[in-house]
């Protein structure tokens, strides 16, 4: 059973940053086709922030470039989202993402970003 567990969310003020980590477990790594980053706002639906391939190709939202950067280990199953020059409209329930091959996917509990300004 796929599970993902994701940590580093938090509080922090405008300007600063935050680094999110998210680990998979009970699948192997080269049956991972992507792993990501979605977001959710109060009020909103759920978008896209940031993506990864297995081979490393990054796909990120346009309101996110140039601030974060989505990496990913492939022997530790981990893909990290460093968040930098945080805005509050970054304000959001971040949910990792990951789509095996077969296109199956899974998504970890959530983790709270709060952006004070």
């Known amino acids: 059973q796929v599970q993902l567990v994701e940590s580093g969310g938090g509080l922090v003020q405008a300007g600063g940053s935050l680094r999110l980590s998210c680990a998979a477990s009970?699948?192997?790594?080269?049956?991972?086709?992507?792993m990501g980053w979605y977001r959710q706002a109060p009020g909103e639906q759920r978008e896209l922030v940031a993506t990864?391939?297995?081979?490393?190709?990054?796909n990120y939202a346009d309101s996110v470039k140039g601030r974060f950067a989505i990496s990913r280990d492939n022997a530790k199953k981990t893909v990290y989202l460093q968040m930098n020059s945080l805005k509050p409209e970054d304000t959001a329930v971040y949910y990792c993402?990951?789509?095996?091959?077969?296109?199956?996917?899974?998504w970890g509990q959530g983790t709270q970003v709060t952006v004070s300004s």
């Open positions: 993402n990951l789509e095996r091959l077969g296109s199956t996917t899974y």
């Open positions: 009970g699948i192997i790594f080269f049956n991972i086709k992507a």
């Open positions: 990864i391939t297995l081979v490393g190709s990054t």
